[in-house]
């Protein structure tokens, strides 16, 4: 199977410290020793209001960063940076834009034809823009509340269409067959007994096991691996990953910090008092989540034959 990986983020607004944040905040708290985190400061999306001010965009991010660390987020648990640092997040939501229908908008659907004409592209396009925000860091599994699950369809709608138009090289399956060859004799009869199991009963215990058994092996590409996990479901590669649903129940979740407590006061000050260690997280933070979008966008500009 792919990497555990979640990536979240919130943006950077005037009314911060509502119920809410508070309860996403602390979901993270408890993620980041679960799986591997990216979290992000979503200023990108904060653009999308016409009317935002730049200089309190800005300020708004260091006080978020701030704030997270002083509730308990950990830099050395998860990755912390911010959006518009990375390139590659517009990059991703250009060329993803040029296959993704605008029926798929959920926004479009439900404006009245009157509504319709203040709406700016970047409005209409915030739903594609959160889509592209967790592929590109192929996240393998997005949580939160039934307000969620049209952005969970939309993604997944993203990832069929474009491995479909792009995942099916030519010579594919040859391909994937030398790749087989290259786990060995014994792993490679493994992976042919998993897949023929699968695909003839369908048990995803069986699936998870194969995918296991090509994550596993050091000595493969990134592309021999994705031409392997998709020839286990009989399609072509899995350039992006479809990430799996966690529905996050609100009422049951609790606050895992006190702002009124001396611990969150004094880490408040301390934080506020060293603004070049809030800009050391911020770049350890990019540089790490720079790596992943260019592996990323790597392969996304070949396979779409952009990459001369």
Not at 181 to 201: F, I, N, P, V
Request: proline share 3%; charged share 30%; with cysteine.
């Amino acid at each position: 199977m792919a990497i555990e990986r979640i990536v979240s983020g919130i943006k950077p607004t005037l009314n911060l410290f509502n119920n809410e944040y508070d309860l996403k905040l602390s979901n993270w708290i408890s993620m980041q020793h679960e799986s591997e985190c990216l979290f992000f400061v979503a200023d990108l999306h904060s653009l999308v209001t016409r009317n935002a001010e730049p200089e309190l965009i800005e300020k708004t991010t260091e006080k978020m960063i701030i704030d997270w660390l002083a509730c308990g987020l950990d830099p050395a648990q998860a990755t912390i940076f911010i959006q518009s640092k990375i390139p590659e997040h517009t990059e991703i939501f250009t060329l993803l834009s040029m296959i993704t229908p605008l029926n798929w908008f959920s926004k479009i659907n439900n404006l009245e034809d009157g509504e319709k004409k203040n709406l700016t592209l970047g409005n209409l396009g915030q739903d594609l823009m959160q889509s592209t925000d967790i592929l590109l860091y192929r996240a393998t599994q997005i949580s939160g509340a039934n307000n969620q699950i049209p952005l969970v369809k939309l993604t997944s709608n993203i990832v069929k269409e474009f491995n479909n138009l792009y995942g099916k090289d030519i010579g594919y399956q040859e391909k994937a067959k030398l790749a087989i060859k290259k786990l060995g004799t014994k792993k490679s009869h493994l992976y042919e007994e998993l897949r023929a199991s699968y695909l003839a009963k369908g048990d995803e215990q069986v699936l998870e096991s194969a995918q296991s058994l090509v994550e596993d092996q050091q000595g493969l590409s990134l592309g021999d691996k994705e031409r392997l996990l998709g020839y286990l479901e009989g399609g072509g590669k899995m350039i992006l990953i479809e990430p799996e649903f966690k529905l996050i129940n609100k009422e049951s979740n609790t606050i895992l910090f006190n702002r009124e407590s001396k611990v969150y006061k004094d880490k408040l000050q301390q934080y506020k008092d060293s603004p070049d260690l809030i800009r050391s997280v911020a770049a350890d933070g990019c540089e790490k989540a720079r790596k992943i979008a260019k592996d990323t966008m790597r392969e996304v500009r070949e396979e779409m034959g952009i990459d001369f």
